[in-house]
């Protein structure tokens, strides 16, 4: 290929130039990533309805609940999800789903026989372990199996399942909860359990079954869509390991003693700032757990960060090292602080506040959610794919809609006391923030080279992750925790992140079509041999 055809490539991506058909498989495979995904979503989601029974069999506050559904889950999710968007990069990307999906399915049912809370939150870190594989590899592959001119549209159909597997969360917890624990008040046959452990083993389970039918799936040739085909690489695990030796604690300091004396006093300096940081934090809130992992979890980022510009500078250049690329995952970071606040807790505060029971919020505020998501997710793909045909940052738009409309909405939902104008305030909130997810994805997608997608979706993650599922959750649940148990003033609390994402995607309207159309020029000028 010539460098004018190499040049043009970016550009075929950023402004959806060519019509060839998609075929029929790429629809059918799409299908079966986005019911991996509900069960995803399902998996991680059912904790909600299931709060206020935890709480009360395990005698926790909701700052803890806060942090098992949040920080839990996102520290290991993000951090793993580093070497496993490496090895989405160089391996095969359906078998790696599929053993992730074993492995977060059977730590879901592992959950239902938890006695205590460090057992639970030792199995919510298996979800996030195994949960880190699904989406570097399915952007990758839907990448690979659609044009740039639908990758959007796909990939906010992909992403409809979070919103699905979220919904249906709650109808099925509610369903078995309420029928188990009317069957058995006393406890299972099983060895005695109860409503909610069989809620964790009921979704867990299928998932195994699911597993098998991925592998069925054909792996498409990476690239070849964009007319950038990669070869396989030869090691594929070469790369995991050593980004996963850069990335867990305390082999991080080795990596950065090996790249010289520089680098490891820079990284000491970071470790002595998120120690200081988690401390100070820890004494201010008197919460251990919560700043303990988000310590270390900050710092491994910082040190995969530092290890990526020595060993791989073109993708850190256009990851890390690209003011664009870090708006838009920032952004879209607080668009999932404030978003996946409102989803855990609207079920423990309908049932605690309004007084409703878990059956009829599995219908009433599960299902419309998922009704909600999907047509959100959906229709802010289609018009992030339809307004880049007429400007550069027409995506970026789509974000900003999704991180301002919502906020009245979650207002009216938390300080009304009429049950239906909640789920009326619920629904439009879910649908609106949504909206912002396929354009997120698919702007940071358009920002890298195809050898690169798993990882950026990884480094995408992060922000949705550490930022907004990490802190979002906690800090509404810490709020209620030490103001009487006050729900409604604890999700309003996570407001305070909207300014913060207003100021990002402001600057990223003018930095993505730049960065998007200068995508090989500057891998190029860091080195990347094209």
Known sequence: ??????????????????????????????SVLVLIYVLNFIDRQILSILANDIKADLGVEDDYLGFLYGTAFAVFYALFGIPLGRLADSWKRIRLMSIGLALWSTMTALSGFAKNA????????????GEATASPSAYSLISDWFPARLRATALAIYSSGLYIGGGISLLIGGLVVENWNAAYPDGGPLVGLVGWQAAFLSVGLPGLALALWVLTLREPVR????????????????????????????FTIFGAAARGTGALVLNLLGAAFFAALAWTLWRLTGVFEQWLFLGVGYYAVFSWAMGLRARDLPTFKLTWGSPAFLCIILGYG??????????????????????????????FLGAPAAVAGFLGVIL?????DYLLERRPAGRVWVILFGLVTPLPAMWLAYTTDDVVLFYIGAFLAQMLSAAALGAAAASSQALVLPRMRG???ATFFLATTLIGLGLGPFMAGYVSATNGDDLSLGVLSTLVAAPFGLVLLIAALKLVPQAAASVVERARAAGEPI
Not at 223 to 246: H, K, N, S, V
């Open 223 to 250: 690239g070849a869509i964009d007319g950038l085909m990669t070869p396989e690489d030869p090691e594929p695990f070469r790369g995991f390991f050593r980004e996963l030796f850069q990335v867990i604690p305390p």
């Open 1 to 30: 290929m010539s460098q004018a055809n190499d040049a043009a490539a970016p550009t075929e991506a950023a402004t959806g130039v060519g019509a060839d058909k998609v075929p029929a498989y790429s629809w059918y495979a799409l």
């Open 118 to 129: 460090t057992t639970l939150t030792v199995a919510r870190i298996g979800v996030g372990v």
């Open 334 to 363: 607080t668009v999932a602080f404030t978003a996946y606040a409102a989803s855990y807790w609207g079920a423990p505060y309908a049932e605690r506040a309004l007084g409703v029971n878990k059956t009829d919020l599995g219908w």
């Open 455 to 457: 990882l950026a979706t």
């Open 380 to 384: 802010g793909g289609r018009m992030a």
